[in-house]
């Protein structure tokens, strides 16, 4: 029953492989976004998607290409990995199509590791 | 470019006493608060929010403060209790009819003290 998952949690790949990170929400919500924490902790908006429809994209290097299959799905597919990808990538959603701000739900996070 | 800072990269407090978390932020656009609590290896957990039309919100032992002049927020805990431990973030929007990205800040650890 949980809102927002990832998968997988762990991720260790070596630099130049291809990789995909799924994140599906049962919280009905309409927006889907992908944060990355980096070394210093800090984390930064990446995509965002509304119904399936790109809304947010952050100056994020075009190796990383976020699919929508469905308004429950976001996964980010990241190509030729970098040392520098190695992260806590984190999904979350937000109910959406409001007039006002809105909370967003993160998912437990997938900690990619780039060797 | 950090809109949301959070200058206290730690603190330690009794049990049972007051925490107290501070926020700035930069952008006067910001319209939308929130803080989230983040234990070691989970994902950001939402907290507590408040509305720059708001200068309070409370939510039992939780309470946000927001001083639009100063651009200045503080969440209060209290009393604060041993699960209280974890790293608290600040974060930011501006109101986009729910297409908002939040701006975070870099974190506080709190440990409270038994």
């Known amino acids: 029953d949980t809102a927002v998952s990832q998968t997988p949690k762990y991720l260790v790949t070596q630099m130049g492989n291809d990789k995909s990170i799924k994140c599906e929400q049962n919280?009905?919500?309409?927006?889907m976004y992908w944060y990355k924490q980096d070394s210093k902790k800090f984390l930064k908006i990446m995509f965002s998607?509304?119904?399936?429809?790109?809304?947010i994209n952050e100056t994020v290097p075009n190796r990383f290409s976020p699919k929508s299959p469905d308004k429950a799905h976001l996964n980010l597919h990241i190509n030729s990995l970098e040392l520098g990808d190695s992260a806590v990538y984190f999904c979350a959603s937000s109910q959406g199509g409001g007039p006002r701000g809105e909370t967003q739900y993160f998912g437990p996070g997938t900690r990619l590791l780039v060797l | 470019d950090q809109q949301v800072k959070q200058n206290s990269p730690s603190l330690s407090v009794q049990e049972g006493r007051i925490s107290i978390l501070n926020c700035d932020y930069t952008?006067?656009?910001?319209?939308?608060f929130l803080w989230y609590k983040k234990y070691p290896a989970e994902g950001p957990t939402f907290l507590i929010s408040?509305?720059?039309?708001?200068d309070k919100n409370e939510d039992g032992r939780f309470t946000v403060f927001l001083n639009k002049s100063a651009k200045h927020l503080s969440l209060h805990i209290v009393p604060s209790q041993p699960g209280d431990s974890a790293v608290y973030f600040c974060?930011?929007?501006?109101?986009?009819?729910?297409?908002?990205?939040?701006?975070f800040g870099t974190g506080t650890r709190l440990t409270i003290i038994p």
């Open positions: 919280l009905g919500h309409d927006t």
């Open positions: 974060a930011a929007s501006v109101t986009n009819f729910g297409n908002e990205k939040l701006t």
């Open positions: 952008n006067s656009m910001f319209d939308y």
């Open positions: 998607y509304n119904n399936k429809e790109l809304i």
């Open positions: 408040i509305s720059s039309i708001k």
